[in-house]
């Protein structure tokens, strides 16, 4: 049974930082790009950020860049997104998915994990 299981979310002020973690497992992800999206309310699903697996390749969103950085540990089979200089703009559930190719379409995304808040304080 394939997981994602995000953690690491929580309250912050303005100008701080977070790390989400994702931990994967159920199936061998060497050859998927793992993928954080969000979720403000009342606004749709968005991509952050993305990085494959195999060779650590990344992409993000332009509102991000600069800001957050995504990264894996092949060991723990975890990815993560470092989140620093935080605006409340940030505030949001944050999503880990896994796809098949490194995209920032949502739907081609084939497993999600169950969320996690971040909720960024001015």
């Known amino acids: 049974q394939v997981q994602l299981v995000e953690s690491g979310g929580g309250l912050v002020q303005a100008g701080g930082s977070l790390t989400l973690s994702c931990a994967a497992s159920?199936?061998?992800?060497?050859?998927?790009?793992m993928g954080w999206f969000r979720q403000a309310p009342g606004k749709e699903r968005e991509f952050v950020a993305g990085?494959?697996?195999?060779?650590?390749?990344?992409y993000y969103a332009d509102s991000v860049k600069g800001r957050f950085t995504i990264s894996r540990d092949s060991a723990k089979n975890t990815v993560y997104l470092r989140m620093n200089s935080l605006r409340p703009e940030d505030t949001a559930v944050y999503y880990c998915a896994a796809a098949k190719f490194l995209v920032t379409v949502r739907t081609m995304y084939d497993y999600w994990g169950q969320g996690t808040q971040v909720t960024v304080s001015s």
């Open positions: 990085i494959r697996w195999s060779g650590g390749s990344t």
């Open positions: 159920g199936r061998s992800f060497d050859s998927y790009a």
